[in-house]
């Protein structure tokens, strides 16, 4: 998908959701979106620069300065009511934080290399070309070795993917794209665009019978 196609496309509109995004959360996945998100933060624990997409309400970067006093975030969304939710869970480190409003489709890396990108349940708003181009774009923002956090839904192989997972990860799609105007129906193949833009798994866990799956990817040398 070019540039100039995607920039035709707004991105949805999450702001209405920022004073209960949390509850939502609980009240349908009780605490295992939360488990998923921090499954790898002990690994996180010796890097500097960190680049968080879509991270909603900003419960996980405020984990992430709260847990790692050395490390710096860039937190990039497209909603200003959910950036203004991060900062409001923050201000002991306010110093350490950086918040930027921008589309990631069409947003660019900073300069300055980073050794951690977090995406949690940010990959599902994209499609499959629009996480390749991201990725190659990280790819180049990252130090070798640096970290990729992934924390996503998915519908794995058998019975169960089909009978149950496919059917969630459906409806979730028409409730938020009801409620925030998001166009995207279909999980992107993030493994592919990844791996495509020189990423390899480390380690990966699962939740839910494989419904949620966290990743650790690295940045190849």
Request: aromatic letters at 10%.
């Amino acid at each position: 998908m070019t540039t100039e196609s995607t920039a035709r496309r707004p991105p949805p509109n999450f702001d209405r959701l920022a004073g209960i995004y949390r509850w939502l959360e609980v009240a349908s996945f009780g605490p295992f979106l939360w488990r998923c998100r921090t499954a790898f933060l002990p690994e996180l624990a010796n890097c500097h620069r960190a680049l968080v997409l879509g991270d909603g309400d900003g419960r996980f970067t405020a984990r992430l300065l709260n847990e790692n006093p050395e490390i710096f975030a860039l937190a990039v969304d497209a909603s200003p009511a959910m950036l203004q939710a991060l900062r409001h869970r923050t201000p002991p480190h306010a110093a350490r934080l950086q918040t930027q409003l921008a589309d990631i489709r069409i947003w660019q890396p900073p300069p300055d290399l980073s050794d951690l990108v977090v995406t949690n349940f940010f990959l599902d708003c994209l499609t499959t070309d629009e996480v390749q181009t991201l990725a190659v774009k990280l790819s180049h923002s990252l130090t070798p070795g640096g970290f990729w956090v992934v924390s996503e839904f998915a519908v794995p192989p058998g019975l169960f993917g089909r009978l149950i997972a496919r059917p969630v990860v459906s409806g979730l799609y028409w409730a938020f794209g009801w409620l925030t105007g998001l166009r995207v129906r279909k999980l992107p193949n993030h493994t592919a665009a990844l791996q495509n833009a020189g990423f390899l798994l480390c380690r990966s866990q699962t939740l839910l019978g494989g419904l949620l799956i966290s990743e650790l990817w690295v940045k190849a040398s």
